[in-house]
Every structure is written in C-alpha cells, then in structure tokens.
C-alpha cells in the first residue's frame, strides 16, 4: 500500500514524498501512518507551524476529541500525534473531502508535474513496521 505526503514551505517550495508500507494496514491506519510520517519530516525540516490537511474523517475527528479512539491500534496511533504535535509552535488538523485531496493520490503514483516554475522534490521511502507496537 502506498501513500503520499505533500508540503509547502513558506518560500513556496513543493517537497512530496512518498510511502510504500510494506506490512498490512487498514484504510485509516495508512492515513495514520502518512500523518506521522508527515509530522516526523515537518519537525525534521524544522517547521514551527504546521497545517495538515487530512481526507480521513475518523483520524481529523479522533484527533480533535470529536470522537473516542475505541481500537487498541487508533489509540496508539492518537498518541504518537499528539505526541509529534508538541513539537510545533502551531499545529492545525483539518478534514478536506477525499476529492480535495488530488495531492496525495497523485503521489501514490508518482505523477510529475510539467510546471518548469514549481520546485519539485519527490522523495520516496519505505516503511517497514509500524509506528505503534501490537499487543
């Protein structure tokens, strides 16, 4: 299962990356794990304030208390994201309908932009295990 990320840093510079997860996930445990991933390389870059735009109800509302974390294996993914949010001065999580996010989808596929005037960088990594440990 693949997903992908996508930031735009204050100097309107694109950089993308894409993740290949190389063990089973459900639906919103691949949207976990590009969230983090995401997280991990904003504080990587040093970002202060972070706006993440996230197509998964479950996983925006779960992090905003709207709703409870009920599965063992959400819980675990809620709290490495609010663990990885402290690290910003500003951290916001919106929820975007799935048609919206055309980013990420393009990602999986590495699609290439024909805009010689945007800077792009497409990185593309693997994760091999899980951000949380199983029970």
């Known amino acids: 299962m693949w997903v992908g990320i996508r930031f735009e840093t204050p100097t309107s510079e694109i950089i993308e990356q894409s993740f290949r997860l190389l063990f089973s996930a459900s639906n919103n445990e691949a949207k976990y794990e590009a969230l ?4 991990r ?5 040093g970002a202060q304030e972070v706006i993440t735009y996230c197509d998964s109800q479950l996983v925006v509302n779960q992090f905003n208390g709207d709703y409870k974390a009920k599965d063992v294996r959400m819980e675990a993914y809620l709290r490495i994201v609010k663990n990885l949010v402290h690290k910003f001065k500003k951290f916001e999580l919106v ?14 596929a590495l699609a290439s932009t024909s805009d010689s005037d945007i800077k792009r960088v497409i990185l593309v990594e693997c994760i091999a295990i899980r951000s949380i440990s199983l029970p």
């Open 36 to 39: 983090i991933a995401g997280l």
């Open 41 to 45: 390389l904003a504080n990587g870059i």
């Open 95 to 108: 929820c975007i309908p799935r048609g919206e996010n055309s980013s990420a989808d393009t990602l999986t």
